[in-house]
């Protein structure tokens, strides 16, 4: 396990760890080319096989600011499968942080799934609440007797989304233009809590429009989210001005295929026909409803002759 005490920085750690900047791949598929269009992926899948795409991004800066206060314990919350438990776990390890998960459901335990199991051979605490603990605590987390006992921790939410994901998703906007040469005329990803999009929104001019795949059902609660996040964060990491204010952005809000984590049998046969022709994977729950989509609408959402870039969030377990 590398300690952040060590000599080394953070910064380098992080160099040696992550794959960065995440490579920035060619969608070959004439139907894109027959309409001038260009697709390229972002595949922050690649960033690291454990703590892949925008878990990382949306984690860096909470990270690097617990390090700087001296903080050295993490508590976080999430179910069983969690994508972000799991990035968290690993992050952990890597980093040096003692890490605290409060996982929902007070009859699981350490072998009640993958994910578990996983983050509990990283080293992470599991503590195990019932779903009304767990609902009162995503409500009212100060006034939580659980959180009040990790007083001297770093609290960050459920999906890992705070002010400070922000920049740190804000980065791999910065390596998307500094790749391209130029900024694309579409970013699309998939929206769970909405911190990804809203970093991509807070780091993009007007020039781009970022379109969002929602994953969950009834998810327009999410855009009061956006709002909020926005207006949290009006400085990136590098101290330039995040715009707010542009707002050039849209949500499709009916491809989430039943709901979070549900599934139709067109996605499923999509995801497994798309996978078997190109040379990489997405998964059915974040970057196969964006995917499908994006092949499903582009005619309708995005103009001829664009450039584009799909962001592959990750998701996919070693
Ligand atoms: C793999 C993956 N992709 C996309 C998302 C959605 O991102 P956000 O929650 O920032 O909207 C998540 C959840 O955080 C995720 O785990």
Known sequence: MTDISANITFAEQINQILTLPSPLQKLNDDKFLAHGMEVFVKRDDLIHPEISGNKWRKLKYNLLDAQKQGIRQIVTFGGAYSNHIYATAAAGKYFGFETVGIIRGDELNENSSETLRFASKCGMKL??????????LREQPDSNSIIQSYRNAR???????????LSGVGEMVDEILQQFGQAPDYILCPVGTAGTISGIIA???SQTKVIGVCVLKNGQYLLNEIDTLLKSNTMSNDGRVLNPAIVNYEILWNENHGGYAKKTPELIDFVSKFNAVHDFEIEPIYSGKMFFAFYKHFLEIIKPNSKVVLIHTGGLRP
């Open 127 to 136: 503590h195990f609440v019932t779903r009304t603990e767990y609902r009162n």
């Open 155 to 165: 609290i960050i939410p459920e999906g890992g989304t705070t002010p400070l994901s």
């Open 203 to 205: 780091n993009t001019n």
